[in-house]
């Protein structure tokens, strides 16, 4: 017994059927190939930076170099604030010991003639 006929069979067997290629395919695809060449050698900083990035291995060295150099000036400026504030924190010890210290020196006016 034969299975019945799908409707998609004729569609399908018409599928196989290649189509003759265009005349100028061979031209057309060169051209193509000109065009993205003449993309990937154009000089310029913004070609040479697309580059670079594309590959990604510099593009995650890059990305950590940004992450550590964005650590190192955070630890820098907190160190400069914890300097700062041990500097306040020695100048309140010593005006709490000495109370004259902040005061301005007492200048002894002479009567000369």
């Given at each position: 017994m034969h299975p019945p006929s799908d409707p998609l069979d004729s569609l399908l067997d018409r599928w196989h059927?290649?189509?003759?290629?265009?005349?100028n395919?061979?031209?057309?695809v060169w051209r193509r190939i000109a065009v993205v060449d003449n993309r990937a050698e154009r000089p310029g900083l913004l070609a040479?930076?697309?580059?670079a990035f594309s590959r990604p291995s510099f593009a995650i060295a890059f990305v950590s170099a940004c992450m550590l150099l964005g650590?190192?000036?955070a630890e820098v400026r907190l160190a400069r604030l914890h300097a700062e504030r041990g500097a306040q924190i020695a100048q309140?010890?010593?005006?709490?010991?000495?109370?004259l210290m902040?005061?301005?020196?007492?200048?002894?006016?002479?009567?000369?003639p």
């Open positions: 059927e290649t189509p003759e290629p265009p005349q395919l061979t031209t057309e040479r930076i697309e580059a650590l190192f000036l309140s010890y010593l005006r709490l010991i000495d109370p902040d005061k301005p020196a007492v200048k002894i006016a002479s009567n000369q």
